[in-house]
C-alpha cells in the first residue's frame, strides 16, 4: 500500500477493480472491492473499534497488504520478526528519507500467510512461507509484506518482494514457489507491487533500480512464460493494471521513465514519458478511458492522464498540448502521492495525502471543485472505497471519514478505531461486511442485525 509519506513507501493501497464474482462476494485481485456490487447490500456506513464490529483480530507482525476473500475465507500476509524491528511512523518526514541509515536487520523474520473465517474471524490455518534475515532493507514506513496476495479460487498467490511468489491451495498445502533475487530500490525504500491474475498467468512487475523487468508465470506450475526487461525504468511502486477495453487485452504499467502498455506477448503497445519522480497509484479504467495518476507531495509533476483504447508508439502530448489522438485529457498538478482516485457518482475524486480531497469530470479533466482540507484528516496512505453514494476514505491515525460523492465536498461524518490502529492498508468491501487492516488487527465491519448475531 506506500500508502505513505516520505518520498516512497507502497503503492498498496492503490487500485481499483471492481469486487464480486457469482453468488458469493469475492476479493481475490489487488484491491478489489473498493465497491459494493449494485444489489444494494452494503456495510453500515458507522462503526468505531466496537460498534457494528463482527468480530476483528489481531495480527502478529506487520504489513501494509490488503486482505482478499473467496469462499467465505479471508486471506492475508504478513510478515513477523524474531528479534525487534524499528516501529512505523506516521506523516511526511524528510529527515528518514534514506533508509540506508538504519541498522540493517540482523534477525530472522518470518513471511507468513493467515487464512481466516469470514464470518467469525477465527484463524482456519497459518502457513510460514520463508524464514530468512531480511536480503535487503526497507523503509520505517514500508513493510516487509506490502504486497497484496491474489487469488483465482482455487490457489491463493502471496507475493513479498525480494523475496519470492509462494502459491497454497485454499487449504494451505503449499503447491509451489518461486524465489527472486533482491534488488536494490531507490534510497532502499523497499517494495511493494502485488501480484495479478489475468486467465492462465500470474504477473509479476519487479521495478527497482538495478535491472527493471516482469515477468508471467503459469499460475499452475510456475513455469516462466514470459519475461520482459524494462529498459530505463528505475524503482516503482504501482500494481499493474489488465485493461480489456474494446479492441485488445493490455498489461499496462504506470513508471517513472515512462508508462507503458504490453499485449500479453510482452510486445510494447504504447509508452507516455513520465513527469513525476515516482509512480505509486494504480492504473484504472472508467467507461472506456484509462486513467493513469502519478506524484509526490513536494517534488516533481503530479500528473494525471486519462487514454483512449488503441493507441501506439509514444502518445506523450507535445507541450503546451494536453490531449491528442489517444490522450483524452491530462493535467500536470492534479495527481495524488499515495492513494488512488476513485469514480463515483459521475465524478473522479481524488484524495490527497496531506488531508485534502478535489473533484474533476472524468470525461474532460475539468475541475468540479478545487481541493478541499478534510477537517483533522491529517496524513492519507491508503485508497478511499465507495458504497451507499458516500466515499469512505481512512487516514493514517485509524479513523474513516464518511465523504458525499458527487459534484459538492461535504463531510458527513468520521469512524474512529482504536488508538494502536494505524491505517495504511486500503479497506475491502464484502457484500455487507468491511473489511479494515491496521497495524494491530484485521476488523470486519457488519450491520448491527449481523453484528449482533
Given at each position: 500500500?506506500?500508502?505513505?509519506?516520505?518520498?516512497?513507501?507502497?503503492?498498496?493501497?492503490?487500485?481499483?477493480?471492481?469486487?464480486?464474482?457469482?453468488?458469493?462476494?469475492?476479493v481475490g485481485?489487488?484491491?478489489?472491492?473498493r465497491?459494493?456490487?449494485?444489489?444494494?447490500?452494503?456495510?453500515?456506513?458507522k462503526?468505531?473499534?466496537?460498534?457494528?464490529?463482527?468480530?476483528?483480530?489481531?495480527?502478529?507482525?506487520?504489513?501494509?497488504?490488503?486482505?482478499i476473500v473467496?469462499?467465505?475465507?479471508?486471506?492475508?500476509?504478513t510478515?513477523?520478526?524474531?528479534?525487534k524491528?524499528?516501529?512505523?511512523?506516521?506523516?511526511?518526514?524528510?529527515?528518514?528519507?534514506?533508509?540506508?541509515?538504519?541498522?540493517k536487520?540482523?534477525?530472522?523474520?518470518?513471511?507468513?500467510?493467515?487464512c481466516?473465517d469470514?464470518?467469525?474471524?477465527?484463524?482456519?490455518?497459518?502457513?510460514?512461507?520463508?524464514t530468512?534475515?531480511?536480503?535487503?532493507?526497507?523503509?520505517?514506513?514500508?513493510?516487509?509484506?506490502?504486497?497484496?496476495?491474489?487469488?483465482?479460487?482455487?490457489?491463493?498467490?502471496?507475493?513479498?518482494g525480494?523475496v519470492?511468489?509462494f502459491?497454497y491451495?485454499?487449504?494451505?498445502?503449499?503447491?509451489?514457489?518461486?524465489?527472486?533475487?533482491?534488488?536494490?530500490?531507490?534510497?532502499?525504500?523497499?517494495?511493494?507491487?502485488?501480484?495479478?491474475?489475468?486467465?492462465?498467468?500470474?504477473?509479476?512487475?519487479?521495478?527497482?533500480?538495478?535491472?527493471?523487468?516482469?515477468?508471467?508465470?503459469?499460475?499452475?506450475?510456475?513455469?516462466?512464460?514470459?519475461?520482459?526487461?524494462?529498459?530505463?525504468?528505475?524503482?516503482?511502486?504501482?500494481?499493474?493494471?489488465?485493461?480489456?477495453n474494446?479492441?485488445?487485452t493490455?498489461?499496462?504499467?504506470?513508471?517513472?521513465?515512462?508508462?507503458?502498455?504490453?499485449?500479453?506477448e510482452g510486445?510494447?503497445l504504447?509508452?507516455?514519458?513520465?513527469?513525476?519522480?515516482?509512480?505509486?497509484?494504480?492504473p484504472?479504467?472508467?467507461?472506456?478511458?484509462l486513467?493513469?495518476?502519478?506524484?509526490?507531495?513536494?517534488?516533481?509533476?503530479?500528473?494525471?492522464?486519462?487514454?483512449?483504447?488503441?493507441a501506439?508508439?509514444?502518445?506523450?502530448?507535445?507541450?503546451?498540448?494536453?490531449?491528442?489522438?489517444?490522450?483524452?485529457?491530462?493535467?500536470?498538478?492534479t495527481?495524488?502521492?499515495?492513494?488512488t482516485?476513485?469514480?463515483?457518482?459521475?465524478?473522479?475524486h481524488?484524495l490527497?495525502?496531506?488531508g485534502?480531497?478535489?473533484?474533476?469530470?472524468?470525461?474532460?479533466?475539468?475541475?468540479?471543485?478545487?481541493?478541499?482540507?478534510?477537517?483533522n484528516?491529517?496524513?492519507?496512505?491508503?485508497?478511499?472505497?465507495?458504497?451507499?453514494?458516500k466515499?469512505?476514505?481512512?487516514?493514517?491515525?485509524?479513523?474513516?471519514?464518511?465523504?458525499?460523492?458527487?459534484?459538492?465536498?461535504?463531510?458527513?461524518?468520521?469512524?474512529?478505531?482504536?488508538?494502536?490502529?494505524?491505517?495504511?492498508a486500503t479497506?475491502?468491501?464484502?457484500?455487507?461486511?468491511?473489511?479494515?487492516?491496521t497495524?494491530?488487527?484485521?476488523y470486519?465491519?457488519?450491520?448491527?442485525?449481523?453484528?449482533?448475531?
Amino acid at each position: 500500500m506506500l500508502r505513505t509519506g516520505v518520498l516512497a513507501c507502497l503503492a498498496l493501497v492503490s487500485g481499483f477493480l471492481q469486487a464480486g464474482v457469482a453468488a458469493e462476494p469475492e476479493v481475490g485481485q489487488f484491491l478489489q472491492g473498493r465497491f459494493a456490487k449494485e444489489s444494494g447490500v452494503t456495510p453500515p456506513e458507522k462503526w468505531s473499534a466496537t460498534e457494528n464490529v463482527l468480530w476483528k483480530t489481531d495480527v502478529p507482525g506487520l504489513a501494509w497488504s490488503s486482505p482478499i476473500v473467496s469462499g467465505g475465507r479471508v486471506y492475508l500476509t504478513t510478515c513477523i520478526s524474531t528479534g525487534k524491528d524499528l516501529e512505523p511512523r506516521k506523516g511526511l518526514y524528510i529527515e528518514d528519507l534514506d533508509a540506508n541509515k538504519y541498522p540493517k536487520p540482523k534477525d530472522p523474520h518470518e513471511w507468513k500467510v493467515l487464512c481466516l473465517d469470514l464470518s467469525s474471524g477465527k484463524k482456519i490455518w497459518e502457513a510460514t512461507a520463508h524464514t530468512a534475515i531480511p536480503p535487503k532493507p526497507h523503509h520505517i514506513k514500508n513493510t516487509l509484506a506490502s504486497e497484496t496476495p491474489a487469488t483465482d479460487g482455487e490457489r491463493v498467490y502471496a507475493y513479498f518482494g525480494n523475496v519470492g511468489l509462494f502459491v497454497y491451495d485454499m487449504d494451505g498445502k503449499p503447491l509451489w514457489q518461486k524465489m527472486f533475487p533482491p534488488q536494490e530500490t531507490q534510497y532502499a525504500w523497499g517494495t511493494s507491487i502485488s501480484p495479478i491474475l489475468h486467465e492462465d498467468r500470474v504477473y509479476i512487475v519487479n521495478d527497482n533500480d538495478e535491472k527493471s523487468y516482469f515477468v508471467a508465470l503459469d499460475k499452475k506450475t510456475g513455469e516462466e512464460v514470459l519475461r520482459v526487461e524494462r529498459e530505463g525504468e528505475k524503482t516503482n511502486y504501482a500494481t499493474p493494471f489488465i485493461w480489456k477495453n474494446d479492441q485488445r487485452t493490455e498489461l499496462v504499467t504506470s513508471g517513472v521513465g515512462w508508462s507503458r502498455s504490453y499485449d500479453l506477448e510482452g510486445n510494447l503497445l504504447w509508452k507516455l514519458k513520465g513527469k513525476s519522480i515516482l509512480a505509486i497509484p494504480t492504473p484504472f479504467e472508467h467507461e472506456g478511458l484509462l486513467y493513469l495518476i502519478a506524484g509526490h507531495v513536494l517534488w516533481g509533476e503530479n500528473p494525471m492522464y486519462a487514454i483512449k483504447p488503441g493507441a501506439s508508439g509514444d502518445i506523450t502530448p507535445v507541450e503546451p498540448a494536453t490531449s491528442n489522438e489517444y490522450v483524452a485529457w491530462s493535467a500536470l498538478k492534479t495527481g495524488p502521492y499515495h492513494p488512488t482516485p476513485i469514480i463515483e457518482g459521475g465524478v473522479l475524486h481524488v484524495l490527497y495525502d496531506r488531508g485534502f480531497m478535489a473533484a474533476f469530470d472524468p470525461k474532460t479533466g475539468e475541475e468540479i471543485y478545487p481541493r478541499k482540507r478534510i477537517p483533522n484528516g491529517r496524513a492519507f496512505t491508503s485508497s478511499p472505497v465507495a458504497f451507499g453514494g458516500k466515499l469512505f476514505c481512512l487516514n493514517e491515525d485509524g479513523v474513516t471519514f464518511a465523504i458525499k460523492a458527487g459534484g459538492d465536498f461535504e463531510l458527513l461524518h468520521s469512524n474512529p478505531l482504536a488508538e494502536d490502529d494505524m491505517g495504511m492498508a486500503t479497506p475491502v468491501i464484502v457484500g455487507d461486511k468491511l473489511l479494515i487492516r491496521t497495524s494491530a488487527r484485521i476488523y470486519c465491519i457488519a450491520p448491527t442485525s449481523v453484528a449482533g448475531k
